[in-house]
C-alpha cells in the first residue's frame, strides 16, 4: 500500500486521531504462507497424529457400531495442529492492517466472526524499537506476555512482514528523536 502523509482527519479516522495527530504511513502485511522448521517439525507431528486416527478407526470400524466416531475428533486435531500454524498466520494477516501516525502506532483486524478491533501503541522516545530486516521486514514496537504450559513467554507486537520496513522504522526513529511533530 502507498505511503499516505496528510495534515487533515483521514476519512474514518474522525474520533480516533488526538488533535494534531497525522497518519505517516498505512500499509498491510504480506499474507503469503510462510514456512519454518518448528512449523514443519509441528505439521508433520499433527499429520502421524490425523494418521493414526484414520488407522485407529479403520480398526474401529471392523468391530461394526459407531465407536469408530470417537476417532473424529482425533483426526481433526491433528489436522488443527498440522494446518493451524501453516494457514492461520497468513489468514490473519490478510486481514490486518498497520497504520503510523506521529504519535502512535496502530494494528486494526477485521476478521471473518472475531469481527473488528483496533489496538494503538504510543511511539515515544522510550519505546524500544526492534528492526527485523527481511524481503518482507517487521518492526516491532511493543511486548506482551503469554501464558505457557511452562509459565509465560514475550510475544512481540508490531508490524511483521511488510516491504516498506526500513522506511517504517525510519519513520518510527524520527518520532522518536522529535524530528516529526
Known amino acids: 500500500m502507498a505511503v499516505t502523509e496528510t495534515t487533515d482527519v483521514a476519512a474514518g479516522w474522525e474520533g480516533i486521531l488526538e488533535p494534531g495527530e497525522t497518519i505517516l504511513w498505512q500499509g498491510r502485511p504480506d499474507g503469503a504462507v510462510d514456512l519454518s522448521p518448528a512449523m514443519l517439525f509441528t505439521g508433520a507431528f499433527g499429520l502421524v497424529f490425523s494418521g493414526f486416527a484414520?488407522?485407529?478407526?479403520?480398526?474401529?470400524?471392523?468391530?461394526?457400531?459407531?465407536?469408530?466416531m470417537f476417532?473424529?475428533?482425533?483426526?481433526?486435531?491433528?489436522?488443527a495442529v498440522a494446518l493451524g500454524p501453516v494457514?492461520?498466520?497468513?489468514?490473519?494477516?490478510?486481514?490486518?492492517?498497520?497504520?503510523?501516525?506521529?504519535?502512535?502506532?496502530?494494528?486494526?483486524?477485521?476478521?471473518?466472526?472475531?469481527?473488528?478491533?483496533?489496538?494503538?501503541?504510543p511511539i515515544t522516545a522510550d519505546t524500544p524499537l526492534d528492526y527485523r530486516d527481511g524481503d518482507p521486514g517487521?518492526?516491532?514496537?511493543?511486548?506482551?506476555?503469554?501464558?505457557?504450559a511452562s509459565g509465560s513467554s514475550r510475544v512481540h507486537?508490531?508490524?511483521?512482514?511488510?516491504?516498506?520496513?526500513?522506511?517504517?522504522?525510519?519513520?518510527?526513529?524520527?518520532?522518536?528523536?522529535?524530528?516529526?511533530?
Open 71 to 79: 476417532g473424529l475428533i482425533h483426526f481433526f486435531v491433528g489436522l
Open 138 to 148: 517487521s518492526l516491532y514496537f511493543a511486548t506482551r506476555h503469554k501464558r505457557t
Open 54 to 68: 484414520v488407522f485407529w478407526m479403520a480398526m474401529a470400524a471392523r468391530a461394526g457400531g459407531l465407536f469408530w
Open 157 to 181: 507486537i508490531g508490524f511483521e512482514r511488510i516491504f516498506d520496513a526500513a522506511d517504517v522504522f525510519a519513520k518510527a526513529r524520527a518520532i522518536q528523536r522529535g524530528v516529526v511533530k
Open 87 to 121: 494457514l492461520g498466520r497468513p489468514l490473519d494477516r490478510r486481514h490486518t492492517y498497520y497504520t503510523l501516525t506521529n504519535r502512535r502506532a496502530f494494528i486494526a483486524k477485521n476478521r471473518p466472526i472475531l469481527g473488528k478491533t483496533l489496538a494503538s501503541f
